[in-house]
């Protein structure tokens, strides 16, 4: 994938503009330099270094910069949905996380970076909220109550180093009642553009914190062309030809995308078409035994191809035109 980059030149548009809007960033100084990075994905970060950087001494500049590249992409003026701060200290990260600076948050407490995911549109938000919505209705129809299921949002959740919030996020009770236990289950929402750095979450997802997530779903919305790719990743056993025996014993799983589906679009009346069902483990969600025929939630074609309309109908011509 050809990687993109917004310059300080073509950031300087951006905030020439916000200053015409009166979206300048306040001189609040609180005497701490943080460097900026605008990229479409984390494989492009080796090469960021030969590029100019954007230096604020405020984080409520880095929100307000935060809050126009948000805005940018939403109206499609750029693709890029990454920000790379570099030089936080942890106490600065707290800060910043309790800001709240449009998107969802990535932290490294040893590099001391912190990454921005920013959200690409309302429609993509609406995705993720409308399946954990779904999925919350079909383990309710199985007999679990309300007070079993704890939705956490975009909480953050720590490994041993770093930090990350999903867009949705679930954890069963009284299973893991911890207020530092990790959900079961996450959702994260993007772009197919940023399909390799969504991967990258999945799997610090399945193997960085403990209690681990036991299911990620990947949610790859486009606006043009309107398409749906959806990936479940969980871990599973490792290929026999993959490593030798000895590597296989001691890392016998790894992880993986075990189901795909995409939908897309069979006409200009925005009706889809699913490739296939969506099953999730309703053990893997609940750390319990199912009920007799419930060992796991299904979201038939039919039930994904509404939801694929839902969030498209809602969405105005002028930002996604069809087709």
């Not at 030149?9 to 020439?16: G, L, N, V």
């Not at 936080?88 to 996380?97: E, S």
């Amino acid at each position: 994938m050809i990687e993109k980059y917004l310059s300080l030149a073509i950031s300087s548009i951006f905030a020439w503009f916000s200053a015409q809007r009166g979206l300048l960033p306040p001189s609040l100084i609180d005497g701490h330099k943080y460097r900026l990075k605008i990229f479409e994905s984390h494989e492009a970060t080796d090469s960021a270094s030969r590029l100019p950087t954007i230096e604020y001494e405020s984080i409520h500049g880095l929100r307000t910069f935060a809050e126009q590249h948000q805005q940018s992409l939403e109206l499609g003026y750029s693709r890029a949905q990454f920000i790379k701060v570099t030089r936080v200290p942890g106490a600065v990260f707290t800060r910043l996380d309790k800001l709240r600076l449009g998107g969802r948050l990535s932290y490294d407490s040893a590099t001391q970076e912190l990454v921005i995911r920013l959200i690409p549109s309302t429609g993509h938000e609406r995705s993720h909220g409308l399946l954990m919505r779904h999925i919350e209705r079909k383990l309710s129809a199985l007999g679990v109550s309300e007070y079993e299921m704890d939705p956490l949002g975009a909480s953050t959740i720590w490994g041993d180093f770093t930090c990350k919030q999903a867009n949705s996020s679930l954890r069963p009770l009284p299973q893991r009642s911890d207020e530092s236990d990790a959900p079961t289950l996450v959702i994260e929402c993007g772009t197919s553009k940023n399909k390799s750095e969504l991967q990258e979450d999945a799997i610090w997802w399945l193997t960085g914190i403990h209690p681990p997530v036991n299911i990620v779903i990947l949610i790859f919305m486009d606006l043009r062309p309107r398409t749906i790719k959806i990936e479940v990743w969980k871990m599973q056993p490792r290929p026999a030809d993959e490593r030798s025996p000895r590597c296989r014993i001691a890392h016998p799983t790894h992880p993986a995308a075990v189901s795909k589906v995409k939908l897309r679009p069979l006409d200009n009346e925005n009706t889809y078409h699913a490739s296939r069902d969506l099953r999730l483990s309703f053990r893997d969600i609940m750390l319990r035994d199912p009920p007799v025929g419930g060992n796991e939630i299904v979201f038939s074609t039919e039930e994904l191809e509404r939801w694929a309309k839902r969030i498209y109908d809602q969405i105005h011509p002028r930002w996604m035109p069809y087709g």
